[in-house]
């Protein structure tokens, strides 16, 4: 039996003391999709770096600007949507944390973190102004039983 899809969202200011906020309630819902303690944890860190980039280059931490953060609940795998309300974002033009002249550096591997950590990310405009950033994570599938012939 599958059960229903369900969506919550979240709305917090471009303040980074609501970052744990929205780490939590990730790692709450991670659960409650069956994801295990270490694959909650990485999720959370996921949603904590989309939320920290909408919130410091999207917003620029402009408090009077919102972080939207919508969670979409399947029986099979988590979704979430952050969106800022910046100038938008070219994910193409983010430096490579992997390179030489960047791998020292103490920032820049919030998008590498978050690819690392969820099966897919993508970036689009929002309608308005700003960037929404979709990261999907999956459970795995259990083996399907073989067929046995008696």
């Given at each position: 039996m599958r059960r229903q899809r369900c969506v919550v969202g979240l709305t917090i200011a471009s303040d980074?003391?609501?970052v744990e906020v929205a780490e939590q309630v990730t790692a709450i819902?991670?659960?409650q999709v069956g994801f295990d303690d270490?694959?909650?944890m990485w999720i959370s860190m996921a949603i904590r770096e989309a939320v920290i980039n909408a919130i410091r280059h999207g917003n620029k931490e402009d408090r009077s600007k919102c972080v939207d953060i919508q969670y979409m609940i399947n029986h099979d795998s988590l979704s979430v949507r952050v969106s800022d309300r910046g100038e938008g974002f070219d994910p193409t033009t983010a430096p490579n944390?992997?390179?030489p002249e960047n791998i020292l550096?103490?920032?820049g591997r919030g998008i590498f973190y978050m690819k690392?950590?969820?099966d897919e990310v993508e970036?689009?405009?929002r309608p308005g102004g700003g960037t929404v950033v979709r990261l999907t994570k999956k459970k795995m599938r259990q083996a399907e039983?073989?067929?046995v012939h008696h």
């Open positions: 980074l003391s609501y819902l991670a659960h270490d694959a909650a944390p992997l390179d550096k103490p920032s690392a950590f969820m970036y689009s405009p039983p073989k067929n």
